[in-house]
Nanobody, 125 residues
Framework: QDQLVESGGGLVQAGDSLRLLCVGSGRTFSNTAIGWFRQAPGKERDFVAGISWSSDKIKYRTPVKGRFTIARDNSKNTVYLQMDSLKHEDKDVYYC??????????????????WGQGTEVTVSS
């Protein structure tokens, strides 16, 4: 069964750092791109960053450029999201989603095939 599991969320102060992990399992994780999204209550998931299977394509949304870094270690089936200089507005539930490599890294959540359960990030100001 294809599965993603996020971890690493928590409560931090503004200016602190967190590293989120997305661990995949299942036969389709190979040749899969991963997108990190975040979601506030009652809102749609917003694309944060994405990375292709070979890490040759990486995207960031403007609000996190220069502060967040996405990377992956395919030997561990893991995608990381290093979040530095956290701001209060980064507070959300973060999800990773899997998408076929050939589709790319669209910003819309509707194109992603399966998701993890989410990990909550809380930033106190």
């Amino acid at each position: 069964q294809d599965q993603l599991v996020e971890s690493g969320g928590g409560l931090v102060q503004a200016g602190d750092s967190l590293r989120l992990l997305c661990v995949g399992s299942g036969r389709t994780f190979s040749n899969t791109a991963i997108g990190w999204f975040r979601q506030a209550p009652g809102k749609e998931r917003d694309f944060v960053a994405g990375i292709s299977w070979s890490s040759d394509k990486i995207k960031y949304r403007t609000p996190v450029k220069g502060r967040f870094t996405i990377a992956r270690d395919n030997s561990k089936n893991t995608v990381y999201l290093q979040m530095d200089s956290l701001k209060h507005e980064d507070k959300d539930v973060y999800y990773c989603g899997a998408i076929s490599e050939e589709i790319g890294l669209p910003f819309s959540e509707q194109f992603y095939d399966y998701w993890g359960q989410g990990t909550e990030v809380t930033v106190s100001s």
